[in-house]
């Protein structure tokens, strides 16, 4: 692409013009002019090499860095830049062998957090802590370094008291309120998560307002691109976060809204989260993109985890069976490390259904079986707790275990109502009506109150042709709820 050329003498003046008003974009393309015509322009190549890493297109940074690396083998610090591109280009094997080639000792507390991020993000915590304790002493990093890694084991309450301390201690800073959200709705604690995200929301447009997002009316809004800055305000991070809570309790108007709040990007520019949340929300209206989004993620490096049980989930519940067996058979080596065993199970059985539906019951059957004890257990701790809450306030920590029992208890509600839907339409493709108003029956316990369990029975018993009147009364109080038939719930997971 051409542009103007720059007149002799105002060529710094330019290029820190452009980079004041984040043109990143032009200081590319000047910058590669200039190494086109001297290949090893030091000032050209480094300016480069900064504007791919400020725009995240940390592959090129890396490629840039590696060259000025080998140009200038007496500027260490191109090294260790070098192997931050890398790292945040997901080339971790290649990042640690640079780092290898560090030996300055200036260079080596800046070498040691970058390893330490890099076994993080192996998942290799163990030697990750070892070398967070190499931290120097007075270190500010260390106490946030920590909390991550108390939240990585799964250790949430220790994680969100550290965030806190390092809070107090260092004052407002974005990621570090992405941190305490996460935490509060690892803990189900949504109201405290979302006001969090709605500070991290205020400071990001407050402090920069061309980031802020919002509904365009169907005009297409300028990208914001994909920035350091960007990252560095969480807005983006915050938006999916809300837009997890509001997913998960099938808000899913707000949930749009979320997504539609982010700072405009085009789709191509899209994070891998974003991506993936948007595929949740397209699947409703469009699953074919829906399904291709999520295939698309399957192939990047890395992908969020939920991508992979969510495509097989939403594959059998719009009955697109022999697409679940092929991806599943594709990418066996992500079985274990994605799936839990209940829904692996229960995706084996979805997939046994066509081939052999009797053995996909007898599954189905000891699923709902292994259930069933589970919420019996956590509908007497509830109630327990909902009697003592009549008779006065709950201690801080029974109340926040009580709503913990609730959150779980709706989980393994929804996992047990997929199980028994799923049985139903075992019973419904044969006619066997009877058959599913016994199941649903002996499912009133715990199903009594939930609309897709109602509506089935209502199907149920109106195909059954011998009592319409009974049936009526089922479909009255749901008759404006948009429900499929004799559908299961997918227990799709949201990403943050």
């Known amino acids: 692409m051409s542009f103007a050329p720059i007149k002799d003498g105002e060529y710094t003046s330019t290029i820190y013009g452009l980079i004041r008003d984040n043109r990143y974009n032009d200081v590319i393309r000047i910058s590669l002019y ?18 791919y890493y400020y725009t995240q297109d940390f592959p090129n940074a890396a490629i840039c860095y590696e060259k000025l690396a080998s140009l200038y083998p007496t500027l260490p610090k191109y090294r260790l830049y070098h192997a931050q591109a890398l790292y945040n280009a997901f080339q971790l094997t290649d990042a640690l062998g640079v780092i290898a080639q560090i030996e300055e000792q200036e260079l080596l507390p800046q070498v040691i957090k970058l390893e330490a991020c890099i076994k993080y993000r192996e998942e290799d915590l163990r030697n990750a802590r070892i070398l967070v304790e190499q931290y120097a002493e007075e270190d500010a990093d260390i106490e946030m370094n920590v909390a991550c890694l108390e939240y990585k084991e799964g250790n949430i309450d220790k994680a969100l008291e550290r965030f806190y301390a390092v809070s107090n201690s260092i004052g407002y800073r974005p990621d570090l309120s992405y941190a305490i959200a996460l935490c509060h709705y690892r803990r189900k604690e949504n109201n405290e998560a979302l006001k969090f995200i709605v500070d991290i929301v205020a400071n990001g447009h407050k402090m920069h307002p061309e980031l802020e997002g919002g509904s365009s009316d169907g005009v297409e809004l300028r990208s914001v691109g994909n920035t350091l800055l960007l990252h560095e305000t969480c807005l983006i991070e915050a938006c999916n976060l809300k837009f997890a809570i509001e997913y998960d309790a099938k808000n899913m108007s707000k949930a749009m809204e979320a997504l539609t ?6 789709e191509e520019e899209w994070d891998a989260v974003t991506l993936h949340n948007n595929a949740l929300v397209a699947v409703e209206t469009n699953p074919a993109d829906g399904f291709a989004k999520l295939q698309f993620l399957l192939s ?20 697109y069976i022999d697409l679940a067996a092929d991806v599943l058979a594709e990418n066996a080596h992500l079985t274990y490390k994605y799936l839990s065993p209940f829904t692996f199970d ?86 066997q009506y009877s058959r599913i108003e016994k199941i649903l029956g002996a499912s009133l316990e715990f199903l009594d109150k939930n609309d897709t369990y109602t509506l089935n029975l209502a199907h149920t018993i109106y ?34």
């Open 34 to 51: 200039e190494v086109q015509k001297a290949p090893s322009n030091r000032a050209a190549l480094s300016l480069l090499a900064y504007s």
């Open 261 to 266: 709040d982010m700072p405009p990007r085009s």
């Open 300 to 319: 990047q490096t890395p992908f969020p985890q939920e991508a992979f049980g969510n495509l097989l989930l939403l594959y059998c519940k719009y009955e």
């Open 346 to 431: 229960f995706i084996d059985a979805m997939i046994s259904m066509v081939t052999s539906p009797d053995h996909a019951f007898a599954k189905l059957d000891g699923m709902a079986a292994k259930t069933l004890p589970d919420l019996r257990r956590l509908s007497i701790k509830i109630h327990g707790n909902k009697s003592e809450l009549m008779e006065g306030e709950l201690p801080p920590d029974q109340k926040f275990q009580m709503n913990k029992d609730i959150s779980e208890y709706d989980e393994v509600i929804e996992r047990y109502l997929a199980v028994v839907m799923a049985q139903c339409k075992v019973c419904w493709d044969r006619g």
């Open 463 to 496: 195909m059954k042709g011998e009592k319409y009147d009974v049936a009526a009364q089922f479909y009255e109080p749901i008759v404006n709820a948009s429900i499929d038939n004799v559908s299961y719930s997918s227990f799709i997971s949201r990403n943050l």
